[in-house]
């Protein structure tokens, strides 16, 4: 193990502090925001425009890297994050703030896929689900402590702007120190609506309002806590709950998906996200110990919906074309994650912060719906058939696909190791 992960070490610790970035950064935005008294639909569109750039990151990017090559474009779309982080600090205004985040979003796709295909050149077969594993759960904790960092500082000043800073800083520096030779040119994944319905219409559907849901929870969550009169501590531990519960969550989802009809499973945790939504909707729950047990119902349940679908996806699919679909759902993922706040953030404002868990209850609801329906149409594919379930990250990008243990294997002599023996990161 240890043998395994040294070689990677230094670029794990710099993916650690992007996500302490981007953890910090996506909850201090709609908190500042809202004490500065921007409506709603202003602070939907900071997500919004943050997911929009990330998808054409995800499509544009690679031509950037081979352009001017991955260390250099690496440090551009580093310094760009920093100074955008500094700048939103500096300039307090919604639209350049809303202008900003979709730059933000766009660097973090370019950052986000020049570290995933650093790992790939690194991985071999045997090595490579274990650092997927840790890639994924290093996400997961940069994101929560992110969050985390929020009490620590009145989000009324510069500060905690300036840590964010600080943080993207740290994440450059073991890239563009390291010796290692550059990877090969990052993968690109075309959208294919067509293809990725016929393969598996659940999926698709399921992805899709997903996205809408997450999105709109993600970007709006923080902006509900304010607005409903919770203090900022329990409104960044209330973010971390929710994602905290979801990972949790994911293997006994998942180990359950693999011995049933997964579109069974997408249905009852559907359920489950929508009616904690609804009662969020229906009770308006004030207390913090009743909002904190909500929202990690509804973060176990939303929150693992994503890998199961992309597993009954993959189940219809060969392994070779792992990368293809997944990175298609993936895309599609991110095509919800646009929707969710631009139609959240009006409906806050019409009918108050609550409403914000009525907007999610609907998407879920109708994943039910369609997951039911679907299974009446088609049969499941047998048990002993399906890939064994993996976790899988939403708004990663399409080169963690090749991480995953589903993908197809590397052809055999052709790891990094044996290109580059004396390369280390």
């Known amino acids: 193990m240890t043998r395994n992960i040294?070689?990677?070490?230094?670029?794990?610790?710099?993916?650690?502090?992007?996500?302490?970035?981007?953890?910090?950064?996506?909850?201090?935005?709609?908190?500042?925001?809202?004490?500065?008294?921007?409506?709603?639909?202003?602070?939907?569109?900071?997500?919004?425009?943050w997911a929009a750039g990330f998808v054409l990151g995800c499509l544009l990017a690679p031509q950037v890297v081979r352009r001017v090559g991955h260390v250099r474009a690496f440090s551009g779309f580093i310094s760009v994050l920093a100074i955008n982080a500094l700048v939103t600090g500096i300039l307090v205004d919604d639209i350049w703030w809303v202008a900003l985040r979709a730059i933000t979003g766009f660097a973090t796709a370019g950052t986000s896929m020049?570290?995933?295909?650093?790992?790939?050149?690194?991985?071999?077969?045997?090595?490579?689900?274990?650092?997927?594993?840790?890639?994924?759960?290093?996400?997961?904790?940069?994101?929560?402590?992110?969050?985390?960092?929020?009490?620590?500082?009145?989000?009324?000043?510069?500060?905690?702007?300036?840590?964010?800073?600080?943080?993207?800083?740290?994440?450059?520096l073991p890239t563009t120190l390291s010796t290692a030779a550059s990877p090969q040119p990052l993968n690109t994944v075309k959208l294919d609506l067509p293809a990725l319905f016929?393969?598996?219409?659940?999926?698709?559907?399921?992805?899709?309002?997903?996205?809408?849901?997450?999105?709109?929870?993600?970007?709006?969550g923080p902006v509900f806590g304010a607005a409903a009169g919770f203090e900022q501590g329990t409104i960044a531990v209330m973010m971390s709950v929710a994602i905290m519960s979801g990972?949790?969550?994911?293997?006994?989802?998942?180990?359950?998906?693999?011995?049933?009809?997964?579109?069974?499973?997408?249905?009852?945790?559907?359920?489950?996200?929508?009616?904690?939504?609804?009662?969020?909707?229906?009770l308006t729950p004030f207390d913090v110990v009743w909002l904190l047990v909500l929202v990690g119902i509804y973060g176990a349940a939303a929150n693992a919906l994503y890998p199961i679908a992309v597993a009954h996806a993959n189940d219809f699919a060969s392994p070779e074309d792992f990368v293809k679909v997944s990175g298609g759902l993936l895309l599609l993922y991110g095509v919800g994650t646009i929707i969710g706040p631009t139609l959240g953030g009006p409906i806050m404002s019409?009918?108050?912060?609550?409403?914000?868990?009525?907007?999610?209850?609907?998407?879920?609801?109708?994943?039910?719906?369609?997951?039911?329906?679907?299974?009446?149409?088609?049969?499941?594919?047998?048990?002993?058939?399906?890939?064994?379930?993996?976790?899988?990250?939403?708004?990663?990008t399409p080169e963690s696909l090749s991480l995953s243990p589903r993908a197809a294997p590397l052809p055999e002599g052709d790891s990094s190791e044996e290109q580059y023996p004396r390369a280390a990161i």
């Open 350 to 396: 019409a009918f108050g912060p609550y409403a914000l868990f009525g907007v999610t209850a609907m998407a879920h609801i109708l994943i039910t719906a369609y997951a039911i329906i679907r299974s009446r149409l088609r049969a499941p594919v047998p048990a002993s058939d399906r890939d064994a379930f993996t976790t899988t990250g939403p708004m990663a």
């Open 247 to 282: 990972a949790l969550m994911q293997l006994p989802a998942g180990r359950m998906s693999d011995r049933m009809d997964r579109r069974y499973v997408l249905a009852g945790l559907s359920c489950v996200a929508a009616l904690s939504g609804l009662l969020f909707f229906v």
């Open 6 to 49: 040294l070689p990677v070490l230094a670029l794990l610790v710099g993916t650690l502090f992007l996500f302490l970035g981007n953890g910090l950064q996506g909850l201090l935005l709609p908190m500042r925001g809202t004490n500065e008294g921007y409506t709603t639909t202003v602070l939907g569109l900071l997500g919004t425009s």
């Open 114 to 172: 020049i570290i995933e295909s650093w790992l790939n050149e690194r991985a071999t077969n045997k090595s490579r689900g274990m650092i997927f594993s840790l890639y994924i759960g290093i996400t997961l904790i940069g994101s929560v402590g992110g969050q985390l960092v929020v009490p620590f500082a009145d989000v009324m000043t510069p500060i905690l702007f300036m840590v964010c800073g600080i943080f993207y800083c740290v994440a450059m």
């Open 198 to 220: 016929r393969n598996s219409p659940v999926s698709f559907m399921g992805i899709l309002l997903v996205g809408i849901a997450n999105g709109a929870f993600g970007t709006l």
